[in-house]
């Protein structure tokens, strides 16, 4: 590694804590901790995963139902976002270990942007659910559950699209599960059927959501405070751990999305 | 601890798998133990990204193909691979020790046994489900 002492490349304000042998052992030992960490973190969500699969699977009418009342779009632009703030903080990483200090800063930045994005539409998409009730628990407004749904295709610029394939595919399920509860309703041209308790639906979609979104919020503060010392010049070739591992949970909250969405807003 | 402790223990045998130890970082590492960074070519990190997005779209496609009880895992398998490029090229696993990624696939495996478990338990009370009557608040 000769090439790395006459390398030119920033090097960053680096140290050796004095209960470590080498700076090797010292990043190992970091970046260990970190794995461990995100282990505990899939272990939490997984006991969410858990209470998703068995609702499900009891009552599949619910999800099929209320995954409609989902964006889909922004659910997928959202996708979009967070895949993008994934590449530009792997980039970031690579940028730290060169030593490339202003595009470090750069795209810390644009990763930081990106959770404000992601936040951003969140927020849109929470908006909609809370302005017509769609919440957990005795919150749920079936009320205006119906008033919705009948003037579904009128309100196309606040509420997803009417998909007539869906709503018919939908009615066919329930049919086959005879179902006796369901309700009919006249939904503007097509009719639906509410199946009962959707609030858990909606329970479970705001519990998994909003836990992401509590960690894309923490994500977005270690971003920052990466940023902050990156524009101080603390990283460079040799001291690249603080970026590598704000990656890593960055990285992760990505990986959760990436089974979230398909799971809470594409079910067939 | 004296040095001479230190240079006389024993290496673990496992030593590839979990990583430097004290014994093994100063004297057998390339480097003296120095960082040695890997930073992963940027076409790379672009190819995984352009290949996520495309499976994004492609999952989003197959929620428009009725294949019954198949959809949900083929999104499960679709988001599989995805999650798998995200560990193995943005999180580094692939150029990783071992242990790394044992960790990780440990956690899921044991959230398939929770989960696996938790729904082996739904059969005892499947009889008393009625279809269409989850249980809840009163509406």
């Known amino acids: 590694m000769a090439s790395v002492a006459a390398n030119p490349r920033y090097e960053g304000k680096h140290h050796l804590a004095h209960h470590f042998d080498t700076r090797r052992q010292q990043f190992d030992s970091h970046k260990l901790a970190m794995w461990l960490f995100l282990v505990t973190e899939v272990l939490m969500f997984g006991g969410l995963f858990c209470a998703y699969t068995i609702y499900r699977a009891s009552h599949p009418e619910i999800f099929l139902f209320a995954h409609t009342l989902l964006d889909k779009n922004l659910g997928a632009v959202n996708t979009i976002v967070l895949l993008f703030s994934s590449f530009t903080m792997a980039w970031a990483v690579r940028a730290a270990m060169l030593g490339e200090r202003r595009r470090l800063s750069a795209l810390l930045a644009i990763t930081l942007l990106c959770g404000f994005g992601f936040l951003g539409i969140k927020a849109v998409e929470y908006n909609h659910k809370w302005q017509h009730g769609f919440l957990w628990g005795q919150h749920f407004a079936y009320a205006e559950l119906q008033d919705y749904l009948a003037g579904h295709g009128t309100d196309a610029a606040t509420g997803p699209a009417p998909d007539p394939a869906a709503d018919a595919h939908a009615a066919a399920v329930m049919a086959e599960l005879d179902l006796a509860a369901a309700v009919t309703v006249a939904h503007g041209h097509d009719p639906a059927l509410i199946p009962r308790n959707v609030h858990i639906f909606f329970g479970i979609y705001f519990v998994m959501t909003g836990l992401h979104g509590i960690h894309v919020l923490a994500g977005m503060i270690v971003i920052g405070w990466l940023l902050r010392r990156s524009l101080r010049g603390d990283f460079g070739t040799r001291n690249y751990t603080a970026v590598d591992l704000g990656g890593l949970y960055w990285h992760l909250v990505d990986l959760i999305w990436i089974f979230l969405f398909p799971l809470l807003y594409l079910i067939h | ?139």
């Open chain 2, 1 to 139: 601890m004296p040095e001479s402790d230190r240079s006389h223990r024993p290496l673990p045998a496992n030593r590839a798998v979990f990583g430097t130890t004290d014994t093994d970082s100063v004297h057998d590492e390339p480097g003296g133990g120095d960082l040695h960074p890997h930073p992963v070519p940027l076409w790379m990190l672009g190819g995984v990204f352009a290949t996520l997005v495309v499976l994004t779209v492609l999952t989003v496609a197959a929620t428009y193909v009725d294949l019954g009880r198949l959809n949900v895992w083929v999104a499960l398998a679709i988001a599989a691979v995805k999650g798998t490029l995200v560990a193995e090229i943005f999180m580094h696993l692939h150029w990783d020790r071992p242990f790394h990624r044992i960790a990780l696939l440990a956690a899921v495996a044991f959230v398939a046994l929770f989960i696996g478990i938790a729904m082996l338990d739904r059969v005892t009370y499947l009889p008393d489900l009625i279809p269409g009557h989850a249980p809840g608040v009163q509406q």
